[in-house]
């Protein structure tokens, strides 16, 4: 997005981490819950089983992400 705006591809705004990233981000992930909605119809809906695949997916992506955190501050620490 930022070439799109005129800046470079090595600005900061550009990068993983800058603010284009971070609307695209918060751009991929509201779209999840506004699919159960009533406003959409319902053979347009998550079905039960895919939002059970989802929920595993998301707890394994919570698990995971805590399971580095802590690797990662007992290195600090020098727990591990």
């Known amino acids: 997005m930022g070439n799109v705006t005129g ?22 992930t509201f779209p999840l819950p ?11 809906r998550n079905k039960w ?4 695949v989802l929920g595993i997916t998301a707890l ?3 698990v995971l992400g805590a399971y580095q955190a802590v690797q990662a501050i007992g290195k600090v620490f020098g727990w591990a």
């Open 49 to 52: 089983y895919l939002n059970v």
């Open 7 to 28: 800046k470079r591809s090595s600005h900061p705004d550009s990068k993983a981490g800058g603010k284009w990233f971070k609307g695209y981000l918060v751009w991929l």
């Open 34 to 44: 506004i699919l159960n909605t009533d406003r959409v119809p319902r053979e347009y």
């Open 60 to 62: 394994l992506f919570i």
